[in-house]
């Protein structure tokens, strides 16, 4: 009963999350991807993203604490975060890339800055949303099944 | 190099992932596997290359453009099809720019598309593959 309880909830969290914009269909199409054959591949990704990511924030955070920040060495770096981020279905996180580009083509350093604060505070949110998945994932996981959407 | 004959008409599909972002390689080659299509992985544009110039036969060449030495996956791509290399040349970007689309398609590329990979597209393209298209 237990796990059928964190079954829903855990359905409950990703329509929230896919409502909200903090998902699209592209992280639904990767728990598709997810069987027997590949039980953890949802939460392997999502340990890979949440790891790459801090290590990138990391990066970014050396560049910005300079006393002139060169926005050329930051470029790379939200290029990388949009990639991943896209790529697993994180669409709030990859607008705010999107933006910090649009100030970067329009020289608006000020715009930039915001925009590299945006994408960290869209990164923190999601990073907490998906702790509470990965730990509903577990307790479901513990009660016998491996289907993160409830199925 | 000819990389298009397969062994039998029914051999299992291979590509090779030319990207260094593992969350982005992981979740390829799971998309690809659940597609039925074994994938070889590359870090970088060189490697690609050693890897077709070592014999590797694949199908499907997933080549992303935005790596730390950006010209160098214009530059693999122009020189993998130097090498007689046929496989499907999938080209992917992060951010569209027309230039960058028009890159990689002057360098060979037979499709351009902005992140993420959408699974449709992997399909249309493996069915473009399997119908000798």
Redesign the interface.
């Known amino acids: 009963m237990a796990s059928v309880n964190y079954k829903e909830q855990l359905a409950a969290l990703v329509d929230s999350m896919l409502r909200e914009g903090f998902l699209d269909e592209q992280f639904t199409q990767l728990q598709e991807l997810q069987d027997e054959t590949s039980p953890g591949f949802v939460e392997e990704v999502i340990a890979m993203f949440c790891g790459d990511t801090g290590t990138v924030f990391n990066e970014i955070e050396t560049v910005m604490n300079q006393a002139v920040i060169d926005f050329q060495n930051v470029d790379p770096l939200v290029h990388r975060l949009k990639g991943s981020c896209c790529t697993v279905g994180a669409p709030k996180m990859k607008l705010a890339c999107v933006q910090y580009r649009q100030f970067r083509d329009a020289n608006d350093r000020q715009g930039c800055l915001s925009a590299v604060n945006l994408i960290k505070d869209e990164y923190n949110i999601l990073r907490n949303k998906f702790e509470t998945m990965l730990n509903l994932e577990r307790m479901i996981q513990a009660g016998g099944t491996n289907k993160p959407n409830g199925k | 190099m000819d990389d298009s004959e397969s062994p039998n008409p029914m051999h299992t599909l291979r590509a090779l992932i030319v990207n260094d ?4 390689q ?2 390829l080659v ?2 690809l ?2 597609l039925g299509v074994e994938s070889l992985v590359a870090n970088n544009a060189e490697e690609a290359q050693e890897i077709i110039y070592e014999g590797a036969v694949v199908d499907l060449i997933i080549m ?1 453009k ?1 790596m ?1 030495v950006m010209d160098d996956v214009i530059h693999a791509t122009r020189r993998l099809r130097a090498m007689g290399v046929t496989a499907k040349i999938l080209g992917i970007i ?2 569209y720019t027309r230039e960058a689309v028009l890159d990689f398609l002057y360098a060979g590329a037979d499709d351009v598309v902005l ?5 449709k597209k992997l399909i249309s393209i493996i069915e473009e593959i399997n119908n000798g298209i």
């Open positions: 972002c593992r969350v982005e992981a979740i799971g998309t596997r659940a992303d935005d730390p992060t951010f992140k993420p990979v959408r699974i």
